[in-house]
């Protein structure tokens, strides 16, 4: 799909939805712009403790330009 899309020429937003499976973090940024890295967050606190807690560390994963998009 990232091929297919930087062949249009266009520029484009290319966003991966893993839903935090297989650690997109660590291969993400080579095929796209950006992806999630958790399931989807519900209002209760403790899912949203759990999903802000898990996140240490991931900060330093992105970054600007270095999807391949």
């Known amino acids: 799909m990232r091929d297919a899309l930087k062949a249009t020429g266009r520029p484009i937003v290319y966003s991966l939805c893993q ?36 996140q240490a560390g991931l900060a330093k994963s992105p970054g600007p330009g270095t999807g391949t998009i």
């Open 19 to 54: 839903y935090g499976e297989d650690a997109v973090w660590t291969w993400g940024r080579v095929s796209s712009n950006l992806w999630r890295t958790t399931g989807d967050i519900s209002d209760h606190t403790s899912n949203m403790a759990m999903i802000g807690f898990s």
